[in-house]
């Protein structure tokens, strides 16, 4: 096994160690620096069901590394209840830069400048996660996710 195999395995076991969340936040970073997409099933593992600055950091360790298995789980965080850990989705979505984010992302924008959809009604003003799903949209450079910026970020 090459000393990479190692640094990756021994981090793995630190993420997964759910009874030290501050090893597991450090361990998610450690991944998202490696790159490796071996990595990419645990850090989705890692955003269930765990601290919130564990589930931020994965989703920023996913971002990093830049796989395009982990747009699904990424969508379905920016509804999360800790606005940080949805913007850490919407930044994450915005560096792996696939065009399957762009209508989530799209929704994000409208439902802030309508201010109608259950999520801004249950979790109120939230502009980091608007700016971010701008930025996300700005990435990925779709004609259609360009258009939404336009439309919505005035």
């Known amino acids: ?18 009874t030290d969340a501050e090893m597991s936040r450090i361990a998610a970073r450690k991944l998202g620096e490696a790159k490796d997409p071996v990595a990419v099933p645990h850090l989705l593992r890692a955003l269930e069901n765990r601290p919130d600055d564990v589930r931020l ?42 065009a399957s984010a762009v209508p989530a992302l799209v929704s994000i924008l409208r439902d802030y400048k309508e201010r109608s959809s259950r999520h801004f009604q249950i979790h109120g003003y939230n502009r980091g996660l608007y700016m971010a799903a701008v930025q996300a949209l700005n990435r990925i450079g779709t004609p259609e996710a360009l ?8």
């Open 57 to 98: 950091a994965a989703a920023r360790a996913l971002g990093e590394i830049g796989d395009r298995q982990a747009v699904k789980s990424l969508v379905g965080l920016l509804h999360d209840r800790n606005p940080l850990v949805a913007s850490a989705a919407a930044d994450a979505l915005g560096e792996i830069a696939d």
């Open 147 to 154: 258009r939404a910026v336009a439309t919505y970020h005035r």
């Open 1 to 18: 096994m090459s000393q990479h195999d190692l640094f990756i395995q021994k981090w793995v076991e630190y993420l997964n160690n759910a």
